[in-house]
């Protein structure tokens, strides 16, 4: 590509931005794209994947104390941790190649710099200074740790950081309830490290089904968790013992590390937003309609930095519909009902549609179908641990409307139990389908008894 002249300039290089920009070239349209840190974005390079690397190493831990129920005496193992950062390393090196050569092949031209808006459809490149003039841009930042600004917070990490620590922390302190605080606390517990969570509200995973916060805000505590509820941190000053960490409730703690995992916010500093006529919402959100269309003409966003879902493949599907309608002759939009997430604590949660609480707000009644028991794996393994299976249904057609689980499997399960809330189907319609023996999820097609009063069989 000589002339500075594409027709589409994306700005990050992370999961949406390349799907866009990636099907925009194979439709025929000259594509640049620009990545300030690394191609492949958060989740790839410090998100979803480097973080279920270290889950799945988290639960050898517990595999070990479990595996003895089963025979298997696997006295005096030890983990060690630059082992595993350097084996994520090399990785995560690997994908981000595979992302950069996808690119290339697909005729997209990379550039690993900065780039911001100088308005008139122009982009200006800040290390290397070229300008480009684009018949379209694509804003695909991502988001950013939410930062607080209270004295020591320089002293803390996030999850930027956190991928990077050369040595395991002994104890760390992780502050937040969200997605991020509870994973962590899981690995870190999991990884033997003496962990606290501390949390502003009363239960963790706000947004979640009721029945799924309490369970994995216990099942954390069964973990060993130490959950702090109702605080915040106040100040961090570092000591010779490591950190002091001050809350609100006048509480002192003392550890290794503090992790920061209060949210992220849009990345949009320093693009240059204002000089393109491009406006954001009060949390710095990119604001579009539903086909990605700024308030500026020519001016696109996708993914966290408009701040709708969150979720890798939600940015990914909104890259893909982006191209489709501008470039691939097939204009539609991203639906973002029934989109399923999962937590990977340990066991992980996972849910699709609507909330018990939500569906009652929107329907007045609804039948409630659930299970909690301790899975046939423990009877040997001797872990007290406890799944959660629970659907939400709508009285007015039977259809389910939410599913709600907690079991080791609840990440893979939620993923076909989405396309048959995406469907519609009835209560009567999972009923009909045959368990699979034995399994946890065979609950799923087994309830048959409504809850009353929040009573649950057990
Ligand atoms: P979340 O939005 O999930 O959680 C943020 C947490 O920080 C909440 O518990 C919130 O409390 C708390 N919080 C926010 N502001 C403050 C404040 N000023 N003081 C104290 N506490 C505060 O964000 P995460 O950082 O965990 O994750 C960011 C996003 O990344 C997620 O929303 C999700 O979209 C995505 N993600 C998805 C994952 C997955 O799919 N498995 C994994 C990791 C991240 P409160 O509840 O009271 O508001």
Redesign the pocket.
Known sequence: MSELNVDLFVIGAGSGGVRAARMSASFGAKVAIAEAYRVGGTCVIR??VP?KLLVYASAYGTGFAEAKGYGWLADNVRFDWPTLIHAKDMEIERLSGIYQRNLAKAGVEVFTERAELLGGGQVKLMKSGRVFTAKKILIATG?T??Q?GFVGEELTIT?NEVFHLPTMPKRILI?????????FASIFAGLGVQTMLV???DT????FDDDIRTHIHQELANQGVRVITHA?IDTIARNKDGLAVVLDNEETLAVDEVMM????VPAVAGLGLEHAGVQTNKTGAIQVDEYGQSSAPGVFAIG?VTDR????PVAIREGAAFADTQYGGRRHAFDHQHVA????TQPPAASVGLSEADARAKYGEVDIYKDAFRPMRHALSGRNERYLMKLVVRPSDEVVIGVHLVSDAAPEIIQVAAVAVKAGLTKAQWDETCAVHPTAAEELVLMREKVVDNKIRS
């Open positions: 998100g979803c973080k988001g740790p939410r607080l999850s502050a937040g309830g969200g997605y991020i605080a509870c994973e949390y502003r509200g963790v995973l706000r947004g915040s995992a209060l949210g992220r966290d879902i969150n979720l890798t997430s999962a937590v990977f």
